[in-house]
């Protein structure tokens, strides 16, 4: 994919990681982000995980540093106005990313593709926001973006058979697999995962075990890389917030109403690893 330009909306943690993997495949990358920290951050948390690889011998130090060279950061959408692609990865809110897709329509090429990483929110919403819905499309990365190998493709209503085949294209050029899904909230991914975490929080919530206990018997019982109170944390409390949100009012269904102690926990600025505290403490 030499020579084509990837544009990355939000450097939090899944827009750092999408940098990373772009970079890595030879697309030149415009980060961009409202924070200037973030994209400081941002830069510094893709140079660590880079070095690392070098470290374990998995590129090369010349590698890493044609990867760096290939990101550029900024505070300016119009830097991507020429971009091939543009994926969206800010805050889990649908207001303000109508607010961003319709400015991205404006400003980026018009055969460009309009891709979100949403977790949970309507493609097809996004789409009808802009111009050219039919190359508006969800393309979900998951969390350590570096290490996971799924992205889950979502098609919205309008979304195109070209836009889909170019997405999928592009998802295996990074050395992922696409799995296709249908633009119903929470796709397949986050309606399975995030009612599991919401139930273990429940079971914390009620005083069934300790979050040790709850994270120990998923671990040891179920074979889960981390305990669902673990990986919420990880994930972030205020997107497992709005996930949840999109589930119950998306379906109606009171099955998938945030436990309070989440809603607790998210208005008190316990957000999880981001911000150094959660169910669990970080150094
Ligand atoms: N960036 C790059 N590489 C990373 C990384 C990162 N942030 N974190 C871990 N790695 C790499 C390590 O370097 C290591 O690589 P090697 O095997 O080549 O040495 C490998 O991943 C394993 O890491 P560790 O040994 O440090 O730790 P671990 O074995 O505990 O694995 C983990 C860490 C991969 C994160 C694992 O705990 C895990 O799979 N957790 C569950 C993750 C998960 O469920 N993600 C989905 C979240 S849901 C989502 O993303 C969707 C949504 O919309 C919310
Ligand atoms: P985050 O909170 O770590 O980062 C969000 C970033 O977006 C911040 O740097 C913020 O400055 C920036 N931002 C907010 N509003 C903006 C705007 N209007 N314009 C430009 N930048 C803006 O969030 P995250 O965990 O990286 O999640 C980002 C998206 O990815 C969300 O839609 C989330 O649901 C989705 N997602 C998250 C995970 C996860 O595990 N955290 C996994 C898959 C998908």
Known sequence: ???????????????AGIAQVLASASYNVVLYDLDTQALQKGISKIETSLKKAVQKEKIKECEMN????????????????????????????????????????QIVKKEAILASNTSALSITELGSVTKRPEKVIGMHFMNPVP????????????????TYKEIKSITESLGKVPVLVKDFPGFVS??????MINEAIYALYEGIASKEAIDEVMKL?????????????????????????V??????????RPCPLLKQYVKGGYLGHK????????E
């Not at 994919?1 to 827009?15: D, L, S």
């Not at 290490?147 to 070209?162: A, C, H, N, P, Q």
């Not at 911000?275 to 970080?282: H, Q």
């Open 1 to 15: 994919m030499e020579n084509r330009k990837a544009m990355v909306i939000g450097t939090g943690q899944m827009g």
């Open 66 to 105: 044609e990867t760096l060279a290939r990101i550029q950061d900024t505070t300016s959408l119009s830097n991507g106005d020429d971009a091939d692609i543009v994926i969206e990865a800010i805050v889990e809110n649908l207001e303000v990313k109508k607010e961003v897709f319709k400015k991205l329509d």
């Open 147 to 162: 290490v996971m190998k799924l992205v889950e493709v979502i098609r919205g209503l309008s979304t195109s058979e070209e």
């Open 190 to 195: 986050n309606r399975i995962l995030m009612p």
């Open 221 to 245: 019982g179920m074979n889960h890389p981390m305990g669902p109170l673990q990986l919420a944390d990880f994930i972030g409390l205020d997107t497992c917030l709005f996930i949840m949100e």
């Open 247 to 256: 589930l119950h009012e998306g379906f109606g269904d009171d099955k998938y």
């Open 275 to 282: 911000v150094k505290r959660g169910f669990y403490e970080y």
